[in-house]
């Protein structure tokens, strides 16, 4: 610890002036420090680290009366007997076609709806932002109830065309606000060039703007497949065919089994239907991070 | 439900006049933009402000599941059923325990894991990642995750419990004295990602001269902490603070599937108790009446969150 003299003190970084007679004083505050990090650490850390160490023990171990921290060898049979036992390859398919249809059509729609809200002067603008603030807070059983009623009505009850559709709808308000934060970004002078130098407007959208907005878009489409992946209570309302359940749907009927299945297995199911999820988050972390932090600059 | 970004707030107040040039940009666009906007704007109307609409209405009917069945309207009769309803104060009661204990747990622990994070300390990294961690987690595979944790016989949390010479026995999720507590610590798990980002943002942009210049003044760590952070970071705060209480008071499948609402009701978060009297027992519109008091309290608590917004952006 030779460096504790030059670290900052907590809260003012940059502070370097350390008096001799504080310097004690300081050292007491780092280890308190260090020792808060590390207790939050083991919060927020552990319990994904037991998940994967149980996804690769095998039944013996997590029966014994002592059971031991680490698996005794990395085993791999709880993830093929998962994929094998809860019809969990059906079930990841099911996800992977909603999530990928409902990204589509989000994607498709909420582009041109944000080019226009980003671009033009119109009171569309306060109604999609009041809209947005109304879609993280309302509840949803208020809207799940007719729409299970029109939907019923459409034959569309477990379908996964009907989980699509209501998904699209649901992750659309954040999908275009996202996306027409992207737009406005873009310089409008770059696009006046563009016109100046002769193109129509389809023009120098294709050859200007989509390039610029191509982060953007990769952005918000993996936001809306995950928002899908992720989701459960409209699949649980909507899907009863066994057949047709997403993967959160298929681990929660998974659970109410945990009596007759293998916690391993359970584990290792879990830890598949994760992957999606750490994928984007590794992908878009940074984004995220900055994304919130200038939100809450301007907020 | 999943928890989601909040959405970047944007003054929007008076755009800058700007003549609409030779594309048409920066002018209202006309017909234009509602060509643009309507394929966005059909499937929301239909989908989601029909129903919503629909769903206020609903609970002002006696709808039941089922097609054939007559629905018409009775009035406050719901809201009458519910008030006299034992189950259902239980739940409110429950929901707002809920709401309140995990939205403050979480705001206090994620100010400490905030603070910790923005300063200069090694292992940092790590940290900041692991904050990420329940943020990238599907919320049923945390519910799922938690349960392994508190397994009585298998999991960690009794075997840590007995390596301390503790009575490691609970049934942490199916005792009546301990299922809430323990669903309330799963909850703030898995909403700390988010406060502690939002957080950790708002200490940034504390401007650090005003820390140095009081430090120079000779204003102790807490001094600074409580005369200078907390105020600047109050707007943030209050921000996070209202929508944690709104989406724990609307939160759906960590609880569902952690204990379904049980033991004897001892978790029966709103949501659940109307998704069963929905999609159980079938009575649409007393569920649907259920949904209108919760937006009651949620307009509740936007109101005060709208106050204090229009209050510090006045000061």
């Known amino acids: ?65 002592t059971p031991a921290f680490l698996p005794g060898q990395f085993n791999w049979e709880n993830f093929a007997a998962a994929l094998d036992k809860a019809n969990l390859i059906q079930a990841l398919g099911n996800s992977a076609i909603v999530a990928v249809s409902s990204t589509v059509i989000v994607t498709l729609i909420s582009l041109p709806a944000a080019y226009a809200l980003a671009r033009f002067k119109t009171k569309l603008r306060g109604i ?29 009850i477990n379908s996964l065309v009907g989980l699509i559709l209501v998904y699209s709808v649901w992750s659309l308000p954040f999908a275009l606000w996202m996306l027409q934060g992207y737009v406005a970004s873009i310089p409008i002078e770059l696009e006046e060039a563009g016109a100046i130098d002769g193109g129509g407007r389809l023009l120098v959208l294709r050859v200007i703007v989509l390039p610029l907005l191509a982060p953007g878009l990769v952005a918000t489409s993996l936001f809306s497949f995950i928002s899908s992946w992720n989701e459960f209570f409209f699949a649980l309302v909507l899907i009863q065919d066994p057949a047709l359940q997403t993967i959160p749907l298929a681990l929660a009927r998974f659970v109410g089994a945990e009596g007759q299945v293998q916690l391993g297995q359970l584990a290792a199911a879990a830890l598949l239907a994760t992957i999606p999820s750490l994928v984007f988050f590794a992908f878009l972390q940074r984004r995220l991070t900055s994304g919130l932090m200038s939100g809450a600059v301007k907020g | 439900m999943t928890a989601t970004l909040n959405p970047p707030k944007q003054k929007q107040l008076k755009a800058p006049k700007r003549r609409s040039n030779a594309l048409g940009l920066g002018g209202s666009g006309g017909r234009d933009t509602w060509m643009l906007v309507l394929p966005a704007l059909l499937p929301v109307v239909l989908f989601s402000v029909y129903p919503l609409v629909q769903g206020i209405l609903l609970g002002f009917t006696d709808a039941k599941a089922g097609l054939g069945v007559e629905t018409s309207f009775n009035g406050i009769d719901n809201y009458t059923k519910l008030m006299t309803n034992e189950l259902f104060w239980n739940s409110f009661k429950i929901g ?23 300063l200069d300390l090694k292992f940092r990294w790590l940290a900041r990642t692991l904050a990420l961690v329940p943020w990238a987690m599907p919320p049923v595979i945390v519910a799922i995750m938690w349960r392994l944790m508190l397994n009585p016989t298998y999991g960690p949390v009794n075997g840590g419990l007995r390596a301390l010479g503790l009575p490691g026995d609970t049934n942490w999720l199916g005792d009546f004295s301990t299922a809430l507590p323990a ?31 009081a430090a ?41 599937v952690l204990t379904a609402g049980g033991p004897g009701g001892q978790t029966m978060l709103p949501m659940l108790f109307a998704y069963n009297e929905a999609f159980r027992y079938g009575n649409f519109g007393y569920a649907a009446a259920m949904g209108n008091v919760m937006v009651v309290v949620i307009a509740f608590f936007l109101f005060f969150y709208l106050r204090s917004q229009a209050r510090s952006r006045l000061s």
């Open chain 1, 1 to 65: 610890m030779t460096n504790v003299a030059l670290q900052s003190q907590p809260l003012a970084q940059g502070t370097k002036r350390a008096a001799p007679s504080a310097k004690k004083q300081r050292r007491v505050a780092r280890t308190f420090q260090y020792g808060a990090l590390l207790l939050y650490m083991i919060f927020l850390g552990f319990p994904l680290l037991f998940l994967i160490l149980t996804a690769f023990k095998t039944p013996q171990e997590l029966q014994s009366a």
């Open chain 1, 128 to 156: 999609a932002t009041g809209w947005i603030l109304l879609s993280q807070v309302f509840p949803f059983i208020l809207i799940i109830i007719p729409l299970f009623m029109v939907l019923k009505q459409m034959g569309l």
């Open chain 2, 96 to 118: 707002m325990i809920w709401a309140f204990t995990v939205t403050i747990l979480q705001f206090l622990a994620s100010l400490g894991l905030a603070l910790l994070l923005n």
């Open chain 2, 183 to 213: 669903v309330i610590v799963v909850g703030v798990w898995a909403g700390m990602s988010q406060t502690t980002i939002t957080l950790l943002a708002g200490l940034q942009n504390v401007p650090a001269e005003l820390h140095e210049a």
């Open chain 2, 216 to 256: 120079i003044d000779g204003a102790g760590t807490w001094h600074r902490f409580w005369h200078i952070t907390l105020p600047a970071l109050r707007p943030i705060a209050v921000a996070i603070t209202t929508l944690d209480l709104i989406w724990n008071f609307n939160s759906f499948a960590l609880v569902f």
